[in-house]
Every structure is written in C-alpha cells, then in structure tokens.
C-alpha cells in the first residue's frame, strides 16, 4: 500500500458545555462563510441522532450560505440535540472537518492548517480550549 505524500495536519478537540456546544452549532454558518464563501458542504447526523439508524452517517449535501437553516431544522425538532448526538460537517474538498460529538466535544480536523488556525480564532470559538490530538500509534506485529 502506497504512502501518502500529503501532510499530515493536526487534529484539534474542545470539550464544552451543551449551552456553548448550542452557540457554537448557531454561529457555524456565519464563520464558516466569511472563511470560505458559499462553498458546498456534506453534514451526517451520527451517534444517538433521534432518527433511525440507518439514517444516520448517509451523506446529505447543503452549503455555507444555507447551513444555519440546516442546523436549526436540525435542532428544532431535536434531531439532534447539542452535547448528546453526534452531527459531522465537512467542506466537501476535506479542507476543514467538523465532528460536534454526543460528549460534547468538538473535533476538528482538515487539510487546511492555515484554514483551521483562523477557524479556531474566530468567535465564538476561540473561546474554546483547543488541544491537540495526539497521534495514535501504529500498532507492531
């Protein structure tokens, strides 16, 4: 199996309260769309989503421009509820990746360091204390 050449970027997490998990779901269409226009994105509903199963982790495309009226769809009939389901956003071009979990964390991860920096300094998420994830190791045989 062939290596990649592209450069590994960090990956970030947060753990916050459900209220800021709520504020930050809230204030991703603003920030995402000053960061990088009206760009195409793929969200998943994932882990403990009030929906069926085999709904959940299918693909369903939105953009920047209309992902506050998805995240309020999203929220006002609880599909999701911030701090206890999963729900995962991805610029399609994997720039910039977003997992907020069901303990509420959030996960952030891309191929856009520079992209991540800024998206890290803007409000309400460089309130946030961000870490870095450290690397898991490859296991030995």
Not at 3 to 12: D, F, G, I
Request: hydrophobic fraction near 40%; charged fraction near 25%; glycine fraction near 4%.
């Amino acid at each position: 199996m062939a290596e990649s050449n592209a450069p590994v970027t960090p990956k970030y997490w947060s753990q916050l309260s459900s209220e800021l998990v709520q504020e930050a779901l809230l204030a991703l269409q603003p920030v995402l769309f000053d960061l990088v226009g009206n760009q195409n994105l793929v969200a998943y509903y994932g882990w403990a989503a009030n929906l069926h199963t085999d709904l959940c982790y299918l693909p369903m495309r939105t953009d920047t421009e209309r992902l506050g009226w998805f995240i309020k769809d999203s929220l006002e009939p609880k599909i999701i509820v911030p701090g206890k389901s999963d729900l995962l956003i991805d610029t399609v071009d994997k720039r910039l990746e977003l997992n907020f979990t069901h303990e509420s964390f959030i996960h952030l991860s891309g191929t856009d360091e520079e992209l991540l920096q800024k998206f890290m300094q803007s409000e309400p998420f460089n309130r946030m204390n961000w870490k870095v994830e450290e690397p898991r190791k490859k296991a030995t045989t």
